[in-house]
């Protein structure tokens, strides 16, 4: 963590979820505004059919909302597509932009998430812009010469804190039991923090970098804690809210043993 930065922790739902699943946004909604007193910031990020619905239902709770993904241009001929506009028609402040399986399944590259982090700019959204490596990329030493890149080339001039969050996953990692070592967490973050001042001053101190990639009640502990960890994107945990619940207690024992 860093004490002077609030951390984050989003919670994304990715292909899953119905009206049904509602319901227990409104549980999580509830138990966050008794019970966090605004010492961690907490978006959820259902799929889009969800999103209106998901913010009427969070409404007054500290809960926000965001959507997984948008399209670069506002309007036009994109059947199937959403834009960054509609997502804020929908009162959601938040986005997720270039998460691995958009970068792998749509092959999405640097800068097509640079033209969706503006977009989420122009509508208002904050980007949750994700970078990580391969397995393949992790096996051959390239994480230091991915993640400068991906920085480099998805993240426009002019960020702030206020419109980017980093989520750096690696993409071997998600969905599955393994994580980096907490020593190579370390680094790789103060190597994130390092490239974001380098480019944004001030402002690069101040973004907010999480991480992602199998987050779990049993290890956020421990991940929260590493120094520039300031949060988590947090996938199939995210779907039961006892335990999206337990990984944002973990995260509020940290701050409060911060201060
Ligand atoms: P996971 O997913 O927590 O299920 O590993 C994280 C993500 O893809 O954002």
Request: with cysteine; charged share 20%.
């Amino acid at each position: 963590m860093t004490p002077d930065l609030k951390p984050l922790i989003v919670g994304n739902w990715k292909m899953n979820g119905d009206r049904d699943q509602l319901d227990q946004l409104a549980i999580l909604a509830h138990r966050i505004s008794h019970e966090f007193q605004q010492s961690v910031d907490v978006v959820v990020c259902p799929p889009a059919t969800l999103l209106y619905v998901a913010k009427t239902i969070s409404e007054g709770s500290p809960l926000m909302v965001g959507a997984q993904d948008c399209h670069n241009e506002a309007t036009g001929a994109h059947t199937g597509d959403i834009s960054a506009e509609m997502i804020a028609d929908c009162l959601a402040e938040f986005c997720i932009v270039g998460h691995s399986e958009r970068r792998n399944n749509h092959r999405e590259t640097n800068s097509h998430v640079a033209g969706k982090v503006k977009a989420c700019w122009r509508a208002g959204l904050a980007s949750i812009v994700c970078i990580g490596e391969t397995k393949a990329q992790y096996d051959a030493c390239e994480v230091d010469m991915i993640i400068t890149k991906q920085i480099t080339d998805s993240i426009p001039e002019g960020a702030t804190e206020k419109d980017t969050i980093i989520a750096y996953e690696p993409f071997w990692a998600i969905g599955s039991t393994k994580i980096p070592s907490l020593k190579s967490l370390k680094e790789i973050h103060a190597l994130i923090r390092d490239i974001l001042v380098r480019r944004f001053g001030d402002h690069g101190l101040r973004i907010r970098i999480l991480y992602g990639g199998s987050v779990r009640p049993e290890n956020a502990t421990e991940l929260l804690s590493i120094q520039n960890v300031n949060g988590a994107l947090v996938g199939g945990a995210s779907l039961q809210t006892a335990d999206f619940l337990a990984i944002c207690q973990s995260c509020q024992s940290l701050v409060r043993n911060h201060y």
